[in-house]
């Protein structure tokens, strides 16, 4: 597995360790706690639960990633529909709060990101990671030899393979 992070307002000592420490008036101020519950016992989507071999796709689309290190990358978005936290600034209740999905295979959701014609894809939600078939999905990606990421919450392990990971609540 290939993890990258960047942090290239760090400066780092000649051995690798991190110096960076944060400017005194961040040390000082204490932002309001962010509201998020872990809910485990949530119900199920409305409708049937996807098929043995599919995902819930809230939707897929090609555009240019907006955020991040890969920001003006032309990518291809696999968003995923469910989530396990109730975040009060979530900017996609439809794949989380109120999940709405289709049920796609691996193989379908391959072939559609091979065809957007470019080389990045996006797996996002809701939180792609509570799907143990979303690591098929990374290892299929990977082996077509399409850079991706994973955008998720981090409060989910799932061994599957990616060259970027973004974790942010």
Do not use: K, M
Request: aromatic share 6%.
């Amino acid at each position: 597995t290939r993890l990258r992070a960047s942090f290239s307002n760090r400066p780092t000592t000649t051995n690798g360790s991190s110096t960076w420490s944060a400017p005194s008036s961040a040390r000082t101020h204490h932002p309001p706690p962010r509201t998020h519950r872990p809910t485990p016992d949530l119900p199920l989507p409305q409708g049937d639960p996807p098929p043995d071999g599919t995902l819930p796709v809230s939707e897929t689309f090609t555009s240019i990633q907006g955020e991040g290190a890969l920001a003006g990358v032309p990518s291809h978005f696999i968003r995923l529909s469910g989530c396990n936290l109730r975040c009060a600034w979530c900017d996609t209740p439809y794949a989380s709060w109120t999940p709405e999905s289709v049920s796609r295979s691996v193989p379908d959701l391959l072939r559609d990101a091979r065809a957007s014609g470019v080389r990045h894809v996006v797996l996002t939600g809701g939180e792609p990671l509570i799907f143990p078939l979303a690591a098929v999905l990374c290892r299929s990606l990977r082996d077509a030899g399409l850079h991706f990421t994973i955008e998720t919450a981090g409060t989910v392990f799932l061994a599957a393979p990616c060259d970027l990971i973004s974790i942010s609540p």
